[in-house]
């Protein structure tokens, strides 16, 4: 069969500020699963494209595909003030594409993941594949190819008789192959901020309400073999001339022993590289932030998620370490705060931005509201207050604030943000 590929994101900025354009690492996974000996591959990536309906288009003519999978990394920018669904672009894409071609379209990634059903319905694809996918699509294009029924493959999401179903069980990947970097215009990635992606472990779920094996115990997550980490960076340098990486991790510090295997390997084999990643409260020492450094660490990005366990207190302080820690290594420490859940009060809030004063993080990102995900708590608290009718309604973008705090909370947020040109409030 011709299989066509499609990245679908074109997003350019983090925290709805800064410049970075994740490589569709995701799509190239899936497309190291498909068997070039079988089927003849294509692949589009969208991210740097001018006119991304005409260029789809143009492919799709052209190519003539039988099966087209497009890949949608975000559901939206998660901005409270600039709110951006990219959810009617993936559908005016299937528009076009259904106009030229009568290949099966099939979904995934990280967006359609969280609400697969929604995104299937509202953007008219024929089928998705819910959670990490390399493996269950290549079986998915052998039994299309062969003419076998593939209802039966994990995660996947399918119509039958006017309504969208859903397989539960999922695959997880182990990212033991190498993803198809090749297929992509590296050099356009090599400037784009934040770094080329390479997968150091993930938890076992895309947020904590989905996981894959119905675990999300730190134990369950997907470590990657050091070595297997240490051959990903190498083949970057060699095949692309990448320096700057990001280590695609829940949290690089959890668990600590594995965070400094990973620094102490790029340090002993000599590795040149510049890397940044995601830190959460926890887990955390001065050998540690001392290996980060040596290894070539330039940015550590500490958000207050994860430690859930921990009051409000406890995770302050543990940030402050790590921010503290950080700074005595010269390593740039960034900071992303959340205000306005349903435990927000006024104290907490004046906590956090002492916090956040005094730990003086290189650069400070204090997020408004929560985007409202299926199946938290906040999506119940949602409902409750009327904010949304079901959780089918939150393909829309989302956001819910403490009501009881949001007209003074704003201005507080505003008030210090506006006299401080290190915050940012998004
Ligand atoms: C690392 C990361 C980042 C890094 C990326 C750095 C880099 N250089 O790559 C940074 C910090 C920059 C970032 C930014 C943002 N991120 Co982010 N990020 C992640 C994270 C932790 C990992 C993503 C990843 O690379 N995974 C590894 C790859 C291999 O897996 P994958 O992409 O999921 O692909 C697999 C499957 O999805 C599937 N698949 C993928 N494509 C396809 C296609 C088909 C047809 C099929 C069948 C299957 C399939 O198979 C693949 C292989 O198994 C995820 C959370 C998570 N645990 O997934 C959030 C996540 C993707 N991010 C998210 C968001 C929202 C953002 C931001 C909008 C945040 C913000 N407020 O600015 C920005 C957007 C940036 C942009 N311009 O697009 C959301 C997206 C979903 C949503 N809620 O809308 C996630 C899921 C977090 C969350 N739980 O909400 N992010």
Request: glycine share 6%.
């Amino acid at each position: 069969m011709k299989v066509l590929l499609i990245a679908t994101n074109q997003a350019d900025r983090f925290m709805d500020r800064m410049v970075v354009r994740p490589i569709p690492i995701g799509m190239a996974y899936l497309a190291a699963g498909v068997d070039e000996s079988v089927h003849e591959l294509r692949v589009l990536d969208l991210m740097f494209s001018d006119d991304c309906y005409l260029e789809t288009e143009g492919v799709v003519r052209e190519f003539q595909p039988d099966v087209i999978g497009l890949s949608i990394r975000n559901l939206d920018n998660q901005s409270i003030f600039n709110p951006e669904s990219n959810l009617p672009m993936v559908k005016q894409l299937v528009a076009i594409i259904r106009k030229s071609s009568s290949a099966k379209i099939i979904l995934g990634g990280p967006a359609f993941s969280i609400l697969p059903s929604e995104c299937l319905n509202y953007v008219g694809a024929d089928i998705g594949v819910r959670g990490d996918a390399d493996a269950n699509f290549s079986q998915l294009l052998e039994k299309i190819g062969d003419g076998e029924n593939y209802l039966d493959l994990p995660g996947l999401v399918y119509w039958t008789n006017g309504k969208v179903e859903m397989n539960e069980s999922c695959n997880p990947s182990y990212y033991e192959m190498l993803p198809r970097l090749d297929l992509l215009d590296m050099r356009k990635y090599s400037g784009s901020g934040f770094g080329i992606g390479v997968v150091t472990k993930l938890a076992d779920a895309y947020y904590p309400q989905i996981s894959m094996s119905g675990t999300t115990h730190a134990s369950q997550w997907r470590v990657r073999d050091t070595k297997d980490i240490m051959r990903d960076i190498k083949r970057l340098q060699a095949d692309f001339n990448i320096r700057n990486m990001f280590f695609i991790d829940t949290a690089f510090n959890k668990p600590i022993e594995v965070a400094k295997e990973i620094c102490t390997a790029v340090v002993t084999e000599s590795i040149d590289i510049r890397w940044n990643s995601y830190l959460h409260p926890g887990d955390f020492d001065q050998e540690l932030a001392n290996l980060m450094k040596d290894s070539g660490c330039s940015l550590a990005l500490l958000s207050d998620a994860g430690g859930e366990s921990q009051n409000l207190e406890e995770k302050l302080i543990s940030m402050e370490k790590i921010v503290d820690l950080c700074r005595l290594e010269s390593l740039p420490c960034a900071v992303t705060m959340d205000f306005g859940g349903p435990d927000e009060t006024v104290h907490g809030t004046e906590l956090k931005l002492s916090f956040l004063k005094k730990a003086a993080p290189t650069f400070t990102v204090l997020r408004l509201g929560k985007r409202v995900l299926p199946g938290t708590k906040i999506a119940d608290e949602a409902m409750k207050s009327g904010l949304i009718d079901s959780e089918h309604d939150l393909l829309e973008p989302t956001f819910y604030v403490n009501p009881k705090l949001a007209i003074w909370l704003r201005e507080r947020l505003v008030a210090e943000t506006s006299i401080r040109p290190r915050w940012n409030l998004t």
